[in-house]
C-alpha cells in the first residue's frame, strides 16, 4: 500500500508569518509530487507540482522535495488570511500516473 | 469558460435509486478521473479513463460504472444507491503523466 501521510492540524499561523506544511511519503521509486489547495466547500486547486530535488519557487510559495528523506514540503510566506484552506500533499508511486492523496492539512492564517 | 464541468452540484436521492454525474472538460486533456472524498475529506480514486479506454478501476462496487461517450466527457452511473455513498464526487482531468489535475467543482451526493 502505497502512503502519503500529512499531519491533519489545524496548522495556526499569523498573518505574514511562514506557513510550513510537511508531507512524508512510502514509495521510493515516487517521481512526481504535488501540492493542492481546497477551500471549503470547493474543488482542490493545483497549486505546485516538484519533480526533482530541491527547491521550486512560484510567488510566495516554495516547495521542497527531498527524496532520500521521502518527504515533500510546502512553505507559504507572507501567510494571508485567504491562504487559509486544507493542502492536499500528492504522489505519483513509481511506475503509475495515478497520485496518492495525504488527507490534507488545514491550515488558519488568523490577522 | 469552465474548464472541468460537472453536474449536477447537488444530488438527494433515495436509496435503493439509480442515478448519474455527468462531466465534461474543453481542455483538451487526454485523461479523465472520477474521485470520491469522504467525509474526512480523503481523494479516492475511483475510475481513470485514457482515450475511451478504462485504464485502472479501484475497488470499487460493480454498482458504480463510468461512461466516456468521447473524449471530452466521463460521467458515472450508479445503481442502487446506499447510505454510505454518500459523499462528494470529484471529476478531473490531465494531460499524461507527470502533469496534475484539473478538478471540476464537485457533486456533492446525499442518500437518504
Known amino acids: 500500500q502505497k502512503e502519503v501521510e500529512q499531519n491533519s492540524g489545524p496548522l495556526s499561523v499569523p498573518e505574514g508569518a511562514i506557513a510550513s506544511l510537511n508531507c512524508t511519503y512510502s514509495?521510493?521509486?515516487?517521481?512526481?509530487f504535488f501540492w493542492y489547495r481546497q477551500y471549503s466547500g470547493k474543488s482542490p486547486e493545483l497549486i505546485m507540482s516538484?519533480?526533482?530535488?530541491g527547491d521550486k519557487e512560484d510567488g510566495r510559495f516554495t516547495a521542497q522535495l527531498n527524496k532520500a528523506s521521502q518527504y515533500v514540503s510546502l512553505l507559504i510566506r507572507d501567510s494571508q488570511p485567504s491562504d487559509s484552506a486544507t493542502y492536499l500533499c500528492a504522489v505519483n508511486p513509481g511506475g503509475s500516473y495515478i497520485p496518492t492523496f495525504g488527507r490534507g492539512t488545514s491550515l488558519i492564517v488568523h490577522p | 469558460d469552465t474548464a472541468v464541468s460537472q453536474t449536477p452540484k447537488y444530488l438527494v436521492t433515495q436509496m435503493g435509486n439509480d442515478k448519474s454525474i455527468k462531466c465534461e472538460q474543453n481542455l483538451g486533456h487526454d485523461t479523465m478521473y472520477w474521485y470520491k472524498q469522504d467525509s474526512k475529506k480523503f481523494l479516492k480514486i475511483m475510475f481513470s479513463y485514457n482515450n475511451k479506454e478504462l485504464i485502472i478501476n479501484e475497488t470499487v462496487p460493480n454498482r458504480f460504472s463510468p461512461k466516456s461517450p468521447d473524449k471530452a466527457h466521463l460521467n458515472l452511473h450508479i445503481n442502487s444507491l446506499e447510505l454510505g455513498d454518500s459523499a462528494v464526487y470529484f471529476c478531473?482531468?490531465?494531460?499524461?503523466?507527470?502533469?496534475?489535475?484539473?478538478f471540476g467543482s464537485g457533486t456533492r451526493l446525499t442518500v437518504v
Open positions: 514509495d521510493r521509486g515516487s517521481q512526481s
Open positions: 516538484i519533480y526533482s530535488n
Open positions: 478531473a482531468s490531465s494531460q499524461p503523466n507527470p502533469f496534475g489535475y484539473t
